[in-house]
């Protein structure tokens, strides 16, 4: 993954980002680092890259510092609900662009109300993962 250097509130924070599957490794604290400028600057690179369907990610995703396998873990952050993959010996996470973009609120998950009102006048959206259509009157995970 090609690293990029963004502005920490500290020191510089140092990303490895993959364009192509649309991830970023994350070590420890680091997401929690980043100034809100290089918030915005990272957004930036993000809707750069949404131009192309992202690659899937690897079914087995290994941490760059131990190689050991990382975790599914599920976690909120504010009001959404957010996946990434961690390392089991707290080297850091992997996670998606997409996720990245709920995990500091820039999208935000939908209420029930709102879902509902959604399918009312739109039938079908992509995925914010892999860009795969979704059709919202079969979904049962909107």
Not at 46 to 57: D, V
Not at 97 to 125: C, D, G, H, M, W
Request: charged share 20%; net charge positive.
């Amino acid at each position: 993954m090609p690293h990029r250097a963004f502005a920490g509130r500290m020191a510089a924070v140092e990303l490895d980002l993959c364009p192509g599957c649309q991830a970023i490794w994350f070590d420890a604290y680091e997401s929690a680092q980043l100034t809100p400028g290089a918030v915005l600057e990272l957004f930036d690179l993000i809707r750069k890259a949404q131009s192309q369907a992202p690659l899937p990610l690897s079914e087995k995703c290994l941490c760059p510092v131990c190689r050991n396998v990382l975790s599914l873990t599920h976690d909120i952050e504010r009001t959404n609900h957010i996946t990434y993959y961690r390392c089991p010996d707290g080297h850091g996470r992997l996670t998606t662009f997409a996720q990245f973009l709920l995990e500091k609120n820039f999208v935000r998950t939908l209420s029930p109300a709102e879902i509902y009102r959604l399918r009312a006048v739109v039938t079908r959206v992509r995925c914010t993962s892999c860009g795969a259509p979704i059709d919202l009157a079969h979904c049962r995970s909107v």
